[in-house]
C-alpha cells in the first residue's frame, strides 16, 4: 500500500515540474506536490502503518483540472485551474474581473484573484487564481431560514449572469460551492471538506450559518457563453453538463439543434435546489 501511494500520476506531475514557478509567484503548494517531497511515512517510520491516514498520501481529486494552494503572503487557501488560453471561458473570467463588475459579481460568482499567463511548457492553458470554496451541505443547515437563504442566493446569482448576458450552461449541483471561511476561521481540508487543513482530526465549525452568513456562489465557467447585448433570440448547440435531465435534451431526434441556453439554466438551478434540499439535506431541527 505505501509503495502504491508514492507513485505520483502523470496528471500530478504536471503540477509537481511547475511548483517552483508557482512559489515564485506567491503560491505553495501541499507536502505532495513538492520536487523534493519524501512521504511522510518514509521521514517517519512510526506512520508507516497508517500511511493511508497521512495528508500526503491522498491524491487531488480532478487534478488535470486544478489543485487547490496556499497563497503565500497571508495563508488564503486558494484554488488554481488551469483554463484554456484566449477562451470563452478566459474571457469571462476578464469580465468578472473588471472593476466595475467586479463590485457585484463577487456576491453571486466566485472570485477570480489573478490569472498567471506564461507557464512553464504549457503553451495552450493560463493558471486561475481563486479563492477555495467549500462544498455546500458541511456543515449540515440547521434552520428553515439557513435553507431559505441558500435558495435565495443561488437564484440571485443565476439572474446576474442573466442581467450580464452570460448563460452558464452547467450550474448544476456540483458548480454551487459555499465561501465558508466565516464558519470555519481555521479552514478545511481542500479535499475533505470535513477535515481540517492538517488531515489530522474534523474541522470544527465554530459558528453557524445563521452566526456566519455563508455566500453560496457558482463556479465552472468552462462551457458558458456570453452573448451581445444586442443579441434578441440567443441559441447554442446541447450540452450534456452533470445533470442529465435537462427535458429539452431527452429526445435523441432534437439533441443536435440549437436552443436557447437561458430557459434551460432556470431548469439547471431549480433541480440542484430540490434535489439538495429535498433529496440530500436533513434539518438538525427534526432529529
Wanted: include cysteine.
Amino acid at each position: 500500500m505505501a509503495d502504491e501511494l508514492e507513485k505520483r500520476t502523470s496528471t500530478e506531475l504536471y503540477w509537481v515540474e511547475r511548483e517552483p514557478w508557482l512559489k515564485s509567484h506567491g503560491y505553495k503548494l501541499r507536502p505532495r506536490y513538492s520536487p523534493d517531497w519524501v512521504p511522510s511515512w518514509k521521514a517517519d517510520p512510526t506512520k508507516y502503518d497508517n500511511c493511508v491516514f497521512q495528508e500526503d498520501a491522498h491524491v487531488a481529486s480532478r487534478i488535470s483540472v486544478g489543485l487547490d494552494a496556499t497563497r503565500i503572503s497571508d495563508g488564503l487557501q486558494v484554488y488554481i485551474k488551469r483554463v484554456v488560453k484566449d477562451s470563452d471561458e478566459q474571457r469571462i473570467i476578464e469580465y468578472f474581473m473588471d472593476a466595475a463588475v467586479a463590485q457585484t459579481a463577487h456576491r453571486y460568482v466566485v472570485s477570480f484573484l489573478e490569472i498567471l499567463d506564461n507557464v512553464p511548457n504549457d503553451a495552450k492553458y493560463v493558471l486561475v487564481v481563486m479563492p477555495l470554496l467549500q462544498e455546500i451541505r458541511i456543515p449540515r443547515f440547521d434552520t428553515i431560514g439557513e435553507c431559505i437563504d441558500c435558495v435565495e442566493q443561488l437564484l440571485e446569482a443565476v439572474q446576474f449572469l442573466h442581467h450580464h448576458n452570460i448563460a452558464h450552461r452547467d450550474c448544476q449541483q456540483n458548480n454551487i460551492r459555499m465561501e465558508g471561511h466565516g464558519i470555519f476561521p481555521h479552514g478545511f481540508h481542500p479535499q475533505y471538506n470535513y477535515r481540517n487543513v492538517e488531515y489530522t482530526g474534523d474541522a470544527v465549525a465554530h459558528y453557524t450559518r445563521t452566526q456566519r452568513p455563508p455566500r453560496y456562489l457558482l463556479i465552472d465557467f468552462g462551457i458558458s457563453i456570453r452573448y451581445p447585448a444586442s443579441e434578441k433570440e440567443p441559441r447554442a448547440l446541447p450540452w450534456r453538463g452533470g445533470d442529465r435531465t435537462v427535458p429539452e435534451f431527452q429526445n435523441p431526434a432534437t439533441f443536435h439543434y440549437p436552443y436557447n441556453p437561458f430557459p434551460t439554466d432556470v431548469y439547471y438551478i431549480g433541480n440542484a435546489i430540490r434535489q439538495i434540499f429535498m433529496e440530500e439535506v436533513r434539518l438538525s431541527i427534526y432529529h
